[in-house]
């Protein structure tokens, strides 16, 4: 049983277009993280959200957290290029100290 | 600026053969952790430790041995590779009771392939 099940999958966009990416559980977790990854390397922590109806801007990135904290999601404002990678959300369902549970990715893909 | 750091960065065994993928953080992080990544099914935790001489199972843990001499380590052993271990392995450390917004810092792999 996936915890963290992410929407969609994959994603092929053309470049200037917007996007967002879903991130759902039917638990409650205490905070949630979203990870970008690019061929060849380990995930990288884009932004980590706490409060319930939590919004944080990352530039063109968008990151909410539901207000049940049982979901997540990330939109890309006019998608560009260099935003192609692995996007993964990473929740963990206790104190800071607890292993983070991901979900599957969604794979975006960003066509000039 | 080093972070964490994964040797081999590529490995071919045998079936039956035994390894130690290396796993060694500069950053005085008291938890790490081992995941796996397999096309289709994101990162799946082997096994974590939350200090030196602690460690526990996380949700793949067949197959694999961990343990924790030291801060900086984290070695993982494969006992006798099977087919079904060939994946991507990612170690990742971060800092221990400092709040919810923790960022987890990983290596860069080892692609792990058993014949």
């Known amino acids: 049983t996936q915890l963290l099940e992410q929407s969609p999958q994959f994603l092929s966009i053309q470049e200037g277009e917007n996007l967002t990416v879903y991130c759902n559980s039917s638990s409650v977790f205490s905070s949630l993280q979203w990870y970008r990854q690019e061929p060849g390397e380990g995930p990288v922590l884009l932004v980590t959200?706490?409060?319930?109806?939590e919004v944080k801007k990352l530039k063109r990135l968008t990151f909410q957290f539901g207000d049940a904290r049982k979901d997540s999601s990330l939109h890309i404002t006019a998608a560009q290029t260099g935003d192609t990678g692995l996007y993964l959300c990473?929740?963990?369902?206790?104190?800071?100290?607890?292993?983070?549970?991901f979900g599957k990715g969604t794979r975006l893909s960003v066509i000039a | 600026n080093a972070g964490v750091t994964q040797t081999p960065k590529f490995q071919v065994l045998k079936t039956g053969q035994s390894m130690t993928l290396q796993c060694a953080q500069d950053m005085n992080h008291e938890y790490m952790s081992w995941y796996r990544q397999d096309p289709g099914m994101g990162l799946r935790l082997i096994h974590y430790s939350v200090g030196a001489g602690i460690t526990d199972q996380g949700e793949v843990p067949n197959g694999y041995n961990v343990s924790r001499s030291t801060t900086e380590d984290f070695p993982l052993r494969l006992l006798s590779a099977a087919p079904s271990q060939t994946s991507v392995y990612f170690c990742a450390s971060k800092e221990q009771n400092r709040g919810l917004r923790t960022e987890a810092f990983f290596g860069q792999g080892t692609r792990l392939t058993v014949v």
């Open positions: 959200v706490v409060t319930g109806g």
């Open positions: 990473a929740g963990a369902m206790g104190s800071g100290n607890t292993p983070l549970v």
